[in-house]
Structure formats: structure tokens, C-alpha cells
Nanobody, 126 residues
Framework: QLQLVESGGGLVQPGGSLRLSCAAS????????IGWFRQAPGKEREGVSY????????YYRDSVKGRFTISRDNAGNTVYLQMNSLKPEDTAVYSC???????????????????WGQGTQVTVSS
């Protein structure tokens, strides 16, 4: 069974940090580009960050640049999202998604991803 599983979410105070993990089972991530998305209550899901299969291209949405860092460990079949200086507006369910590395199109287009995780809740509040 092909599956992505996120972990690492939780409750954190403003200015705090969390590290999210996206682990794959049933397939190897090294031929997939990975995107992180988030959905806040009452809002549409949006792209947060993206890393190509070989980590030679990385993208972030403007609001997280300088605060979030995406990375991957292909040997460990896991992608990470390090989130620092968290703000209340970062509160959302964060999901990772995988698309084949040969697929073209904007990284933030959700329909271009084949596999999705169930999401992990991140709450930033004092």
C-alpha cells in the first residue's frame, strides 16, 4: 500500500519551532518531488514549500521564506519541513504530497500530485 504519513505537528507558542516529517511507505521517494501544503480553518489549501527529487530546486511561498526550511533524506525515505519563528497565521493542517519528478507544471497546483498524506495539525497560540 502506497502511503505518506506526516508527523511532528502540535501546539507551539508564537516564535517557537516545529519540525514536520513526511515518511513514505510502499514506495521510494527518490523519484518523486514533494510538496508541503496547509489548510487553515475556513480557508483553501495552499502550497507552502516544494523540493525536487534530488533537492536541486526548492520553492517557498512568500509568507514562510526565511522561516521554513524544506529538506529530504532519500535514504531514509523522508522529507522534512523545519518551521521556525512560527506565527498564529501558520496554524493549519499540514500535508505532504508526492508527484513524479518528470511531471511538469507549477509546484503549487494540487492536481499534479499523485499521493497525499492525512495531515498533521499545527497550532500556534499563546
Amino acid at each position: 500500500q502506497l502511503q505518506l504519513v506526516e508527523s511532528g505537528g502540535g501546539l507551539v507558542q508564537p516564535g517557537g519551532s516545529l519540525r514536520l516529517s513526511c515518511a513514505a511507505s510502499g514506495f521510494t521517494l527518490d523519484v518523486y518531488d514533494i510538496g508541503w501544503f496547509r489548510q487553515a480553518p475556513g480557508k483553501e489549501r495552499e502550497g507552502v514549500s516544494y523540493i525536487t527529487s534530488r533537492a536541486d530546486s526548492i520553492y517557498y511561498r512568500d509568507s514562510v521564506k526565511g522561516r521554513f526550511t524544506i529538506s529530504r533524506d532519500n535514504a531514509g525515505n523522508t522529507v522534512y519541513l523545519q518551521m521556525n519563528s512560527l506565527k498564529p497565521e501558520d496554524t493549519a493542517v499540514y500535508s505532504c504530497a508526492a508527484r513524479p519528478r518528470t511531471r511538469v507544471g507549477s509546484w503549487s497546483v494540487q492536481g499534479l500530485y499523485d499521493y497525499w498524506g492525512q495531515g498533521t495539525q499545527v497550532t500556534v497560540s499563546s
